[in-house]
């Protein structure tokens, strides 16, 4: 118990300093690499020169990566609550991942029967389902591929949320570092995107399950009460 107090104090301070942070560092970095893609477009520039702008280009995009899982659990600017049954949420996070799976030769399969609904924030939600779908494609990459699915129901008052993939799978040990700020077994993890999922469903009053089978792939099994 004092081990969860200590946690989400921590996350507190976490999502504070995030707040903070992502905010500032955006714009410059934007700024900075418009003018880089012009300087790129340049004909007087070697082939070295240019190498040197790709480099610097590659490396904002990933500082552009890590402030975007760190903005997605700060607190929102603008708080986006609804009164909804996800349909909305699952219809505009699977524009966004289909083409992030084909990349990675994954298929996705969708389904929804669900009628209930709930109050959150809509979008802290659809963080939370890129992340989780995200990291199941990632999984899967490794492999060379699979299927992700994603199944939103419903059961006893409450929406449930189960993601499905056929990838690399985790052990019991990695099971319990899930969450952890920083942990991340990728070349380019940041290692936020359980954190900030794990935040909002504890925000919700929500549960999350973790089954996974090292080789043969992992389901997370999400219960928000309504
Ligand atoms: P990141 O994706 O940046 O590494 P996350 O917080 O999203 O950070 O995930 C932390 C770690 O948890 C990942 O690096 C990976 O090792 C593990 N993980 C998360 N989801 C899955 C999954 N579906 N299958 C296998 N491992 C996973
Ligand atoms: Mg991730």
Redesign the pocket.
């Known amino acids: 118990n004092r081990d969860r107090i200590l946690q989400s104090e921590r996350l507190n301070v976490v999502s504070e300093l995030a707040a903070s942070v992502s905010h500032e560092i955006r714009n410059p970095l934007t700024v900075t690499s418009g003018f880089l893609q012009l300087l790129n477009r340049s004909k007087t520039l070697t082939s070295e020169e240019k190498g040197y702008v790709e480099m610097s280009l590659q490396e904002l995009e990933r500082a552009e990566k890590i402030v975007s899982?760190y903005l997605s659990f700060a607190k929102p600017q603008t708080p986006f609550m609804v009164f909804s049954d996800l349909s909305a949420e699952l219809e505009y996070t699977k524009n966004i991942i289909v083409p992030y799976a084909s990349i990675h030769k994954v298929e996705v399969v969708f389904s929804f029967h669900n009628t209930l609904t709930t109050i959150y924030d809509r979008n802290q939600i659809q963080q939370c389902l890129i992340?989780?779908y995200?990291?199941?494609i990632?999984?899967m990459k490794e492999t060379g591929g699979g299927t992700l699915f994603i199944d939103i129901s419903e059961k006893k008052q409450q929406i449930i949320i189960s993601?499905c993939?056929t990838?690399?799978?985790?052990s019991k040990e990695?099971i319990s570092?899930?969450?952890k700020p920083y942990?991340?077994?990728?070349a380019?993890?940041?290692?936020?995107?359980?954190?900030?999922?794990y935040t909002t469903i504890h925000k919700l009053k929500g549960k999350i399950e973790v089954v996974?089978d090292k080789g043969k792939?992992?389901t997370?099994l999400i219960t928000i009460p309504t």
């Open positions: 899982d992340n989780l995200k990291n199941g990632e999984a993601i993939d990838g690399v799978g985790m990695e570092r899930l969450g942990y991340s077994t990728k380019e993890g940041t290692g936020l995107g359980m954190l900030m999922v996974s792939g992992t997370f």
